[in-house]
């Protein structure tokens, strides 16, 4: 599950870093996971290359202008699941005196839910030339009709077609024309 993410835990304490390190690698495969004691090794190091942050409250409140704009990537570590419910901008806390397997329940729903929110993002972002050809097939034309329009070869439209198909997950042509109208990407004119 976690094989390709990268995961930095940041906290104090050794016993907190040195468990959930095992709970991630024994568990989720998780293959990066560094542990940092001190915020500042943190700072001075890549702090934006990570995919998730399990961070203790005490450094999320001081560093929070950090934390909050990827607070969809925070899993705050709290000794006691009520005191953290102060921090309302993070949504995932885990309780660091919960059992094993409650924080391994707790993980999976995480990751799962963060994965999830991570493909969709993924699959809905078109780039430009992605769109310029989806406009196209919703109004009609055919690949070789594209490539010419675009002044781009016939493999590259179908190279298009395949990465659209495969993030929106819609096969058809009238169900492709059909996204292409819902989102704006083509005007519907009601005169013709």
């Known amino acids: 599950m976690l094989r390709n993410k990268q995961i930095v835990i940041i906290s104090a304490c050794p016993l907190y870093n040195t468990g959930l390190r095992h709970v991630l690698n024994e568990y989720f495969s998780a293959q990066k996971v560094d542990v940092y004691n001190d915020i500042n090794y943190f700072f001075n190091s890549f702090p934006e290359i990570y995919d998730f942050y399990f961070v203790t409250s005490d450094f999320f409140l001081c560093y929070c202008d950090f934390f909050l704009p990827r607070k969809s990537k925070v899993i705050l570590l709290v000794k006691d699941i009520f005191r953290g419910q102060s921090i309302s901008n993070i949504e995932f806390k885990i309780n660091i005196f919960a059992d094993t397997n409650e924080i391994i329940e707790q993980l999976q729903s995480f990751f799962e839910s963060a994965c999830q929110r ?3 993002e993924y699959h809905t972002n078109l780039t430009p030339r992605e769109i310029e050809v989806l ?4 109004q009609g034309f055919i690949n070789k009709e594209i490539a010419n329009r675009l002044n781009i070869s016939f493999n590259t ?3 298009h077609r395949k990465n659209i198909t495969a993030k929106l997950g819609i096969k058809t042509v009238s169900g492709l024309s059909f996204y292409a109208m819902m989102n704006g990407y083509v005007k519907i004119d009601m005169n013709e």
Do not use: K, Y
């Not at 406009?135 to 919703?138: N, P, T």
């Open 118 to 120: 991570l493909s969709n």
């Open 135 to 138: 406009q196209l097939i919703a």
């Open 157 to 159: 439209v179908l190279t």
